[in-house]
């Protein structure tokens, strides 16, 4: 479906400079775009592809907007803006509620009519589905789940019992809601499993990547609060907590009975240890290791860029001899002090 410039710089709360009745059916780069399509500036490294595009129309911030050589939609930040106008052309797709014929629904469960269940997904007793919500194929939904308005599992799904799923959430594929958390106990030499009997709260507009996991609480829940978005292969811990509108990117690793606050943003491949606090507002760059409770809002980083190998090991031979110099230091303090 196309849309007028008029239309999008509308959506986007944006200035329209052009061609008001200028259509575009799709979004591209700057470097691949066609005359039927929108392209967007968010970082100037690229700027250098605004003298040859060949995209329809460009949205872009003020600053950059006279170096257009199209039509532009001028916006204060065209990220938001691109996010914004990607939504509107491409809308999700409409879904009229029903069971596909190979799904397996308990007679017990209750469905709302403007619910759909897609194919050979399993549905067990108990289980809550409220309007609009779509379980995508070859999902599990185990017993006593409730699923909230307009939320999507995309498919391959398992939501393990007493789940709770909030209002306008998106799982994507391989998602697994609810499993046990790693609770074992030491028996004079011999591991035995520490049963998992609490459960996992997630609220409102929720996005959850692919493949992350969240275990369920070992006896209070798990909860992840509204508007939390979490990229693919992200594992929470049992009894972890995050607050609203905190940002997770993938591969992160978070141990249990964590409690991360509101309006957080953790880079990829982080790994947060177990029983500590992060304050709201906290941003954590990708590949620290978080060891303690961070009692400040603010930005917080660790580990070691890359280098060159060479470098690397000279550092590394360094950083063993830190005792035994730290060691001289303090026998040279101590011979200055009594001279």
Known sequence: MAWTLAQIAKHVQGELVGDASFKVDSFADLQSATSNQISFLSSSKYKKYLAITQAGAVIIEQQLASEVLSNAIIVKDSYVAYAKAATLLNPQ???SGGVHSSAVVDENSQLHSLAYI???????SGVKIEAGAVIGPACVVKKNVTIGRNTRLSANITICEDVQIGNNCLFHPGVVIGADG???A?????WIKVPQVGSVIIGDNVEIGANTTIDRGAIENTKIGNGVKLDNQIQVAHNVVIGDNTVI???VGIAGSTKIGHNCIIGGGVGITGHIAIADGVMITGNT???KSITKAGSYSSGIPAETTKQWHRNVIRYRQMDTLADRVKQLEEQLKNS
């Open 186 to 190: 030491n028996d004079n030499g011999k």
């Open 118 to 124: 897609g194919a050979q997904t399993v549905i067990e």
């Open 182 to 184: 790693f609770g074992i």
């Open 289 to 291: 290791m978080v060891t």
């Open 249 to 251: 990117a993938g591969c």
């Open 93 to 95: 797709e409409e879904i």
